[in-house]
């Protein structure tokens, strides 16, 4: 038995690595309780006659000789309905008003402190004597939050409910159900190193709207894929996440601040307590899990919070959600693992990365799809990750290797937040490997010009800036009047759709139709004055024509207006047709 283990000691403290003698029955990735504080750590290295241990709390006053008991079971996160609008640390522990990872001793590892004097209403969906398999849906839990949370057949488990407890009230710590002699509950465990499990992974197909422009627009992606925002510091990853959170038409968001400042973790949850969530009329909070582990809490469980996160993502997934996981920073989990690789001897690599990190970062992001699940459904994790390379150096080896693993990059330009351009997703640098079989969709579901109008985009934007180059030496009015079109094209362009402020109540986010709309709009209005040109007028003239009503089109009409939008159009149309 495990609880008969008594001997293991301490036999050296480094910092959150200990080493552990006298425990003959441990294995990797096995969870031990550490001196009388019982911190909780996990088993990362055996030996012939102690092993390592990577402690998920502070360990001042750990000493040599203190008691290590295993616990007989990986580091698991404890799932149910008190997740949605929670905030937790790294482990998934509830962080109400003290820091529990100051206090130890009043959390401990092996206790599930989420159930303590928890009532939650129960509907069963089931009847007693009726055969279940796995990922079926046993009964509810209607004031969750936001969104349907399911109570569902573990993996593994089939055959006849025996027992279902009333409609009603129940303790979160005791059974809702009986299954083939399996005990079920609102709530569960899963490692959270260990991917749940699905019957199949099927190809992305369906959007993900972010309500950023230049994201929906230009750089896509499906949900169920992956994507990595790297930039340098200033440049507006934190406030971009914080939008795409806010916004995005997921189910549930999983927000994971792993190793960012405090403050920043204070304005997300300040923004989401105050923001309305438009399908359900709820606070927005009812469908967000916050893992905050800022920059003061322990380094350990920081580089556990990015495996928690995802677990949780996979929860809801498995009850047929959306779920999006929003990380931020990689960067930071990536430097825990440098930082316990150095402690624990392990030979650097590039940068004194361990050598794992291509793979570790590679296993994070596989765990993004779209899959069937064990009931039946089509359900996806969506995975969004930042990058902060030092000095903005994205050759620096976590933005090199994130790059091979994710779908989509928004690559954030420091220039473009320097001329307060914000979002400041640089057209040059990002890329979208989902935007063709978006395409495809848009076309299927009635918007054929999707493809064609995002190309269009993508060359004007690419001609001005090759243009603009070219003006900065020759001056703009040595070009012909064709090419200062182009110019005159790509700063609408910019200004009017991509260019988004996140404090504008019209202009935070923008439906697809208006997005189409804006686009629509400036192409329009480029080709007019592409049709000037031919026709004689001088380019002088039409760069001289009042544009503002078609820049402010954004900020000055609601989010979902797409009639203003279009008469602004044929305003600008007719005044550009009096030219000729």
């Given at each position: ?40 750590g ?132 005791r ?76 189910d ?10 405090g ?26 899990v916050?893992i ?27 009850m047929?959600?959306h ?96 001329a ?19 395409a ?21 934007l ?119």
């Amino acid at each position: 038995m495990v609880g008969a283990v008594t001997a293991g000691r301490v036999r050296r403290v480094n910092g959150p690595l200990v080493e552990v003698t006298g425990l003959a029955d441990l294995a990797m990735s096995d969870l031990v309780a550490l001196g009388a504080a019982r911190l909780p750590g996990e088993v990362v290295a055996l030996g012939t006659t102690a092993a390592s241990v990577q402690a998920y709390e502070y360990t001042g006053g750990l000493a040599v000789g203190d008691p290590v008991t295993p616990l007989g079971r990986p580091l698991s996160a404890r799932l149910g309905p008190w997740l949605l609008g929670g905030v937790f640390d790294g482990l998934l522990r509830p962080l109400g008003s003290a820091p529990t990872w100051l206090e130890p001793d009043t959390d401990q590892p092996d206790t599930d402190q989420h159930s303590t004097g928890a009532a939650w209403p129960w509907e069963p969906a089931v009847e007693v004597g009726a055969d279940v398999a796995p990922g079926e849906v046993l009964g509810t839990v209607p004031e969750a939050g936001s969104v349907d949370y399911r109570v569902l057949v573990p993996p593994g488990v089939r055959g006849r409910v025996e027992r279902l407890a009333p409609t009603g009230p129940h303790p979160a710590d005791r059974p809702v159900a009986v299954v083939a002699g399996t005990a079920v509950g609102v709530g569960t465990s899963w490692p959270v190193r260990r991917p749940r499990p699905v019957v199949r992974r099927i190809p992305t197909a369906e959007p993900l709207l972010t309500g950023q422009r230049v994201l929906d627009a230009l750089f896509p992606v499906a949900r169920g894929s992956s994507a990595a925002v790297p930039g340098g510091f200033g440049t507006g990853k934190t406030m971009l996440l914080q939008q795409v959170a806010k916004w995005c038409t997921a189910d549930v968001i999983v927000y994971v601040g792993c190793g960012e400042r405090g403050n920043e973790m204070a304005d997300v949850l300040d923004e989401l307590s105050r923001l309305v969530d438009p399908r359900s009329g709820r606070p927005l909070a009812g469908r967000t899990v916050i893992i905050a582990n800022t920059s003061n809490m322990p380094m350990m469980a920081r580089e556990a919070s990015i495996y928690t996160g995802v677990t949780v993502a996979e929860h809801f997934r498995d009850m047929g959600h959306h779920a999006v996981v929003i990380a931020d920073s990689t960067s930071r989990w990536a430097e825990a693992l440098r930082e316990f690789a150095s402690r624990s001897g392990a030979l650097p690599a590039e940068e004194g990365y361990p050598a794992g990190l291509a793979s570790a970062l590679a296993a994070f992001y596989e765990r993004a799809g779209r899959f069937v699940t064990l009931g039946g459904a089509e359900a996806s994790v969506t995975i969004i990750g930042a990058v902060s390379p030092p000095g903005g150096d994205i050759t620096e080896p976590v933005t090199a290797h994130t790059e091979r693993f994710v779908r989509g990059l928004w690559s954030l330009d420091r220039s473009l937040a320097y001329a307060r351009h914000y979002p400041a997703v640089g057209w040059t640098g990002s890329f979208a490997r989902d935007a063709e079989g978006l395409a495809v969709w848009y076309a299927r579901n009635g918007d054929p010009g999707w493809g064609p109008r995002r190309a269009r985009m993508v060359s004007l934007l690419a001609d001005a800036d090759r243009l603009a180059d070219l003006a900065e030496l020759v001056g703009t009015t040595s070009l012909p009047g064709r090419e200062r079109v182009v110019l005159l094209g790509g700063r609408l362009l910019r200004e009017a759709v991509l260019q988004q402020s996140a404090q504008d109540p019209d202009d935070a986010h923008c439906t697809a139709e208006k997005t189409t709309a804006l686009v629509d709009t400036v192409l329009a209005v480029v080709d007019a004055c592409a049709a000037l040109v031919e026709r004689g007028v001088i380019a002088t003239e039409i760069e001289e024509v009042d544009f503002s009503p078609v820049l402010r089109a954004a900020a000055e009409t609601p989010p979902d207006a797409v009639d203003e939008v279009l008469a602004r159009r044929d305003a600008m149309l007719r005044t550009l047709e009096a030219l000729a």
